[in-house]
């Protein structure tokens, strides 16, 4: 019995990295997912019966360039002791990567859920994306499928899901005016 939890696939850590795919073309930095993965927190609390493992009290999550915080965060086992799932809560549970060009990428929302059979990652209440120059997604729910390459961005009831998209900064040479 290994009461260490089962490391999290390399497409866990692209999944949530593409989840920001909403605003704009992001890429999680190449090498990342060949890192260690690193956990810090309060508490740690293993239950082998059940496959969890619960992570409490300022989560540190890192791997490369990639740093997950929240105040709590569960990974679930399944039989054969891989993680099924990863749940990251907190007020907020904030995701931050860079990209190979060296920009952050952010997404905080109470709640994020990754599902590895799937490839599905979740922003769950008060989502908020951001991408660097300013591009920012704000919904109730996001939802990513990796495998498919979609995402769907959903409001709460009477809400709107509301994105703004910076312009495009001028090369130095575009500024110019033309004589």
């Not at 540190?60 to 965060?73: C, F």
């Not at 769950?124 to 979609?150: D, F, M, P, W």
């Amino acid at each position: 019995m290994n009461p260490l939890p089962a490391a999290p696939r390399p497409a866990a850590r692209l999944a949530l990295a593409a989840a920001l795919l909403l605003v704009g073309a992001v890429q999680a930095k190449t090498g990342d997912s060949e890192q260690a993965i690193n956990v810090t927190a309060q508490r740690s609390e293993i239950d082998n019966k059940t496959g969890t493992v619960i992570y409490s009290g300022a989560v540190t999550i890192t791997q490369g360039s990639l740093n997950l915080k929240a105040a709590r965060v569960t990974l679930y086992r399944n039989a054969e002791n891989e993680l099924d799932r990863l749940v990251a809560e907190g007020e907020p549970a904030v995701y931050h990567q860079l990209t190979d060009q060296g920009e952050p990428v952010e997404g905080r929302a109470k709640r994020i859920e990754y599902h590895t059979a799937t490839e599905v990652v979740v922003f769950l209440s008060e989502v908020k994306l951001t991408q660097a120059g300013g591009n920012t997604t704000e919904a109730e729910r996001v939802e990513y499928h990796s495998a498919k390459n979609t995402a769907q961005a959903t409001a709460a009831e009477g809400g709107v899901v509301t994105t703004v998209i910076q312009p495009r900064k001028k090369k130095p040479e575009e500024a110019k005016p033309q004589p």
